[in-house]
RNA sequence: CGGGAUGUAGCGCAGCCCGGUAGCGCACACGCCUGGGGGGCGUGGGGUCGCAGGUUCAAAUCCUGUCAUCCCGACCA
């Protein structure tokens, strides 16, 4: 049993905090709400990027780095942006500290002619740009993408799910069409859906938000959402169509075929650190941190077990075989040699840490030409073959990746309920949280009424079809489908 | 930003009510025994008690302020 975490059953939300600590993510910096990313947890989506730059390689889309800092006057251009992020913004107001007798001090000479805004996100900087990029439809589409830190000043946070400074990426693409603008926009939305399953074994619902949830700025944005461990769902990433509304705001036109000036079409789209936060909530158990090898930082840990001198040189030889073995294979391997831990010490860390195969041996294994093989998730010990140990690795790897979206699947099945009526909304919320369908009449007032009374969130309306019209479960008036409802990180 | 709780060695905590030389467990260093699931014994090192003021002969302890963390609300990726 691992030693400082607190059981999910006890305190969910305790238990995210100890699993985050005791398996070397991060922690927290002396400023309210940000964090230190430790060199696993870093690892970890440095994977997570390598996974989802190729897919957008892959798709087209070329990265570039827009600037921190943005002139405050552009924030205001594109009238629902500003609304959306005003609250939010980190300010910088000056450009130098003067020395006091207790340290130093804001000098004062230095206020900033136009204050900067710290990027809470940067279609405004980079539509800005944009402008400049694009006179004909010859310059179209532009298909970009950035790797950055955004601050956005939030009054409550949790590590990775919500923090003031995080990672991301953020897309920016400009079209000549409308319907070449949509089409990247569900382009991209299914580019997360495929990452989320594929790699993180994290199962998704796509959908549409509604107004009151869409992006500030956006003409519709499309969400992927997940369910976590306990019932809350998570916005794990979103994909916006921005129409011409930043195109307007910023006035960026091209000239069509027909010599016609046209205002240009846009979207952006964006996956944040909070999907590490995601990651641990949907696979992780009371012994610390579990994770789909595709991304585990270290695919394999190798344990040596021995006794007296000659057994440990007998022993890591052996080890180090195996290890250059499934190093050459391509797995991401790592021997822990260090002896001033004993194997059993290292068996439960190594499980806090989430690797998710070990391999140990000892001087029996030697004499023998076998090895101890095991999973992290199922925890089931096999003994291996020497000959025969790459093609088990392998096969762990494999299936812990397919079981894990299916482990992960079947909760967000059994996790997601149907209801007819606002009291059984109501009971189904209480007693099981989850996903609930149900059907809603489209108006913002109900939508509001239900969040007031429930706290529940409609999550997306669903892209995947459903004919099945009703009547919504407050008003009863009639709702053409069902829409998805949860309690929301 | 409102309500509640917390802050003492790297980590987890006691001490605070009732002011009087800062403690325990784990971790760390050294030695020996150990080693196939978080070892044992011994000897050591390490703390401006979150920070800043105040009260007092004397403050971890009492008072005020402030910062941070956690939980619950309002806001949000």
Known sequence: MAKNITARSKDYSQWYQDVIKEANLAEHSPVRGSMVIKPTGYALWENMRDGLDRMFKDTGHQNAYFPLFIPKSFLSKEASHVEG??????????????????????DPDSKLEEELIVRPTSETIIWDTYRNWIQSYRDLPILVNQWANVVRWEMR?????????????????????????????????EVYR??????????????????????AGAVETYCIEALMQDGKALQAGTSHFLGQNFAKAFDVKFQDKDGDLKYVWATSWGVSTRLIGGLIM??????????????????????????????REAVLEYA????????????????????????????????????????????RDVQNEKAECVRRDTKDKQLAERSGLLEMVRGHLDQMQQDLLNNAKKRMEEGTRHVA????FREVLEKHGGFIYAHWDGTAETEAKIKEETKATIRCIPLFEDDESGECMVTGKPSARKVLFARAY
């Open 85 to 106: 992020f005003a609250k939010e913004c980190a300010v910088v107001t000056h450009s130098r500290l003067i020395s006091t007798d207790n340290g130093v001090d804001v």
């Open 421 to 424: 009526s606002y009291d059984e």
């Open 282 to 311: 949907t696979h992780s158990d009371d012994d610390g941190l579990i994770i789909p090898p595709r991304i585990a930082p270290w695919q394999v840990v190798i344990v040596p077990i021995y006794r007296k001198d000659d057994e």
């Open 194 to 215: 495929t990452f989320a399953e594929e790699y993180m074994a994290m199962p998704v619902i796509t959908g549409v938000k509604t107004e009151s949830e869409r992006f």
């Open 320 to 363: 180090s075989s195996i290890k250059k073995e499934l190093a050459d294979a391509g797995i991401r391997v790592k021997l822990d040699d260090r002896d001033q831990y004993k194997p059993g010490w290292k068996f439960a860390q190594h499980e806090v840490e989430g690797i998710p195969v070990r391999v140990a041996v000892g001087p």
């Open 157 to 189: 946070t949790r590590l990775f799910l919500r923090t003031m400074e995080f990672l991301w990426q953020e897309g920016h693409t400009a079209h000549a069409t409308e319907e070449e603008a949509v089409a990247e926009t569900r382009q991209m939305l």
